[in-house]
Nanobody
């Protein structure tokens, strides 16, 4: 079983950047595909980005392609989400999750372990 903890959220102006971190513990990070999801008020949880166990494959929702980058450092048991050119519509609680799958996953039900989330607010 792995524990997941996000950090790095905050308030930023449109066009700015934030880097979210996802620290894991309790198990070897390389055993899990990892993903970032977000949930805005009144909306369903949405897939943002995913990365395979080795980091060799990534996937993104179309709305963040070219702006967000997911990466991982298995030696540090940490996953990152670099968010550039932020827009007000990126405002949400961002969640990190771990999946016991061989391939990366884009649907919440594929993920087994979730963090508590970190708030990202982008002002216009």
């Amino acid at each position: 079983q792995v524990q997941v903890q996000e950090s790095g959220g905050g308030l930023v102006q449109a066009g700015g950047s934030l880097r979210l971190s996802c620290a894991t513990s309790g198990s070897t990070l390389s055993r899990y595909a990892m993903g970032w999801f977000r949930q805005a008020p009144g909306k369903e949880r949405e897939f943002v980005a995913a990365i395979s166990r080795s980091g060799g494959s990534t996937d993104y929702v179309d709305s963040v392609k070219g702006r967000f980058t997911i990466s991982r450092d298995n030696a540090k048991n940490t996953v990152y989400l670099q968010m550039n050119s932020l827009k007000p519509e990126d405002t949400a609680i961002y969640y990190c999750a771990a999946a016991s799958t061989l391939l990366l996953a884009t649907t919440p039900r594929r993920y087994d372990y979730w963090g508590q989330g970190t708030q990202v607010t982008v002002s216009s």
